[in-house]
């Protein structure tokens, strides 16, 4: 599996670079896999050949708000609808970089799929081989990415 990390930390850096000029921090790049159950939880996953991939997002509603105001005009208020959509695509963002640095797999995108008040993460079994990486966000807070592969190949 840490053939997997390096590219999901870059892929997550890179998404933030670009949407809001900060580069988050890696607080702990070997995380739990708990969930607050007031947290957005978005996900999607990558798929191809024998290999697919799950991942999910993490993160306080307050730090989904101040990403979102972030990136919208100053003063826009955003619908729960909206801030769903908002961050469903930083998971998309997120993935479509780990597919780029993944080209060897000829991996596919899933559409994201975002909820609040989750306590676990169903689409990540507990059987996959799996991790999850704690980020800091200066300014806006902690979020988890959590992944998980799945290989028909030995």
Partial sequence: MEDLKRPFIQATINCFMTMMQVEPDVKDPNASFEIDPSHIVTSLDLVGGHLKIHTALCLSREAAQIIVETTLAEGSTVTEEELCDAIGEVINIIGGNVKGFLRDHQLDLTIPSTTSGNTSIESIPENL?????????????E???????ESDED
């Fill in 129 to 141: 081989d799996r991790f999850a990486i704690a980020f800091d966000l200066p300014d806006v807070g």
């Fill in 143 to 149: 979020f988890t990415l959590f992944v998980g592969r």
